[in-house]
């Protein structure tokens, strides 16, 4: 089998279409800038009972109510973190191309300590910018809002319909600001807008600490570093979260809350000869995963193997923690693989993207 080098994809995004698209654009004024992500202060804060252990989202209650469309579509939920004031769903789902590139689109639900929705987002999905493509958000967004909220859905399909008509006509509301539009109804405030998506903050519901934990799952970054670096990483931490691995075109790229990695990103390859992995995980890591914790670095890095000796990809929680790897396999003959995989091990903070 002949060897190669991994090749990191990218993806041209709608948020950068629609960016390049709000420049063009002249008329009246917007009222305001859509809303920060995330809200000012909600991290604020010293730990809260923070439980970093990722669950099956529940299939009762408001957050049953509010993931199950998305469930029954085929997408994954997880309640990824919780404290003492609420608790943060995150869901996400992947559709693969003409090129077995795989793009993701997510969710995100904070709900109370009484269990009602108090927060959530629907950021657009990671694809191309066709118009089938990022009507995706109203797709998503109408059917879960309704689970909870009945008479939302029809209204968010009517406000972004309206906003996307006139972005494309070129008319209204939008000038040197980010194109945006806003409305409410008696459960919600909602701003859509083509960079951040649909965000939607309930008004009878609110969660003053946001959920930050990671400490079950993840270490520092700063205790991580000098390991990627002996795997060939080129990392400038602090304040780089981005690594390159220029031997193997691959990347490490980390969400932090602080030190604390949230999140964490990298690509590697898998090249199996005659049944024998040639280019092993130590190849890249060493000395191991060691941005995952001990109690659950053994099962994660047996996921990740298994995925790399199949060349098949896996969306779940192993050992409380949440594993999403995507695979592109390249020429398969008998007992030989050729395959890259794109591995995200935690969610990101409510509010951020990893």
């Known amino acids: 089998m002949r060897r190669f080098r991994l090749i990191r994809r990218t993806t041209v995004t709608v948020s950068t279409i629609l960016v390049l698209s709000s420049l063009a654009l002249t008329g009246c004024t917007g009222s305001a800038e859509p809303p920060s992500l995330p809200p000012a202060g909600v991290y604020d804060h010293g730990p809260a009972d923070e439980d970093s252990s990722a669950k ?14 998305l469930r029954e579509a085929g997408w994954f939920c997880a309640q990824v973190r919780a404290n003492a004031d609420g608790r943060a769903l995150w869901c996400r789902i992947a559709r693969r191309d003409e090129t077995d590139t795989a793009h993701s689109q997510e969710a995100q639900f904070l709900l109370d300590h009484d269990d009602q929705l108090a927060w959530a987002w629907f950021p657009p999905p ?3 910018a066709d118009r089938e493509e990022w009507e995706q958000v109203p ?4 059917p879960a809002l309704t ?11 009517q406000e972004i319909d309206d906003f996307v008509r006139d972005l494309q006509d070129h008319e209204g509301r939008f000038s040197d600001g980010i194109p945006h539009a806003g409305w409410r109804d008696a459960h919600a405030d909602y701003d859509y807008s083509g960079i951040n998506g649909l965000i939607v903050t309930a008004r009878d519901a609110s969660v003053r600490r946001w959920p930050f934990g990671a400490e079950h799952y993840a270490t520092t970054m700063s205790s991580a570093v000098d390991d990627l670096r002996a795997g060939g990483y080129d990392c400038a931490y602090p304040p780089q979260q981005n690594c390159n691995r220029p031997q193997s075109n691959g990347y490490f790229r980390v969400g932090l809350h602080g030190d604390q990695i949230v999140s ?6 898998s090249l199996i000869e005659s049944g024998r992995q040639t280019h092993p995980l130590s190849q890249e890591f060493p000395h191991g995963l060691t941005f995952l914790t001990e109690a659950v670095r053994g099962p994660v890095t047996e996921r990740i193997e298994q995925s790399r000796r199949t060349g098949t990809g896996f969306t779940g929680i192993v050992a409380g923690t949440i594993v999403i790897i995507d695979a592109s396999r390249g020429a398969v003959d008998g007992d030989d693989l050729v395959a890259y995989f794109d591995i995200q091990i935690g969610a990101p903070l409510t509010a951020t993207r990893g």
């Open 139 to 142: 797709a998503t967004a109408a």
């Open 264 to 269: 964490a990103q990298f690509g590697i390859g």
């Open 147 to 157: 689970g909870i909220w009945p008479d939302s859905g029809d209204r968010v399909r």
């Open 56 to 69: 099956p989202a529940p299939t009762d209650g408001p957050a049953g109510a509010v993931t199950r469309p």
């Open 126 to 128: 990671q694809s191309s």
